[in-house]
């Protein structure tokens, strides 16, 4: 049974930092690309970071972002520095395989509120 469950969201003030976890099973970690993506109220879903056989983030968290992964725990993180409040979403884990096109899964998300 494959799950990824996603902690660490919350409110913060702008200027400071969070950081996600997605812990993940059921599945072979190492062989799927890990990313990040967020939903804001009103809009659809976004890309912002991934880990696979590269590193790529979204041009609006570049240099403010970082996300990591422990293959070893199976784990994927998020780290989110001077977070800006249009950074205020619900964060989505998403595991997409790196072996087999168009399998990939989904966490239930995590809140992440920034006010000013």
């Known amino acids: 049974q494959v799950q990824l469950v996603e902690s660490g969201g919350g409110s913060v003030q702008a200027g400071g930092s969070l950081r996600l976890s997605c812990a993940t099973s059921g599945f072979t970690f190492g062989l799927y690309t890990m990313g990040w993506f967020r939903q804001a109220p009103g809009k659809e879903r976004e890309f912002v970071a991934e880990s696979g056989s590269y590193t790529d983030y979204a041009e609006s968290v570049k240099g403010r972002f970082t996300i990591a992964r422990d293959n070893a725990k199976n784990t994927a993180y998020l780290q989110m520095n001077s977070l800006k409040p249009e950074d205020t979403a619900v964060y989505y884990c998403?595991?997409?395989?790196?072996?087999?096109?168009?399998?990939?899964?989904w966490g239930q998300g995590t809140q992440v509120t920034v006010s000013s």
């Open positions: 998403n595991a997409k395989s790196l072996v087999f096109r168009g399998r990939d899964f």
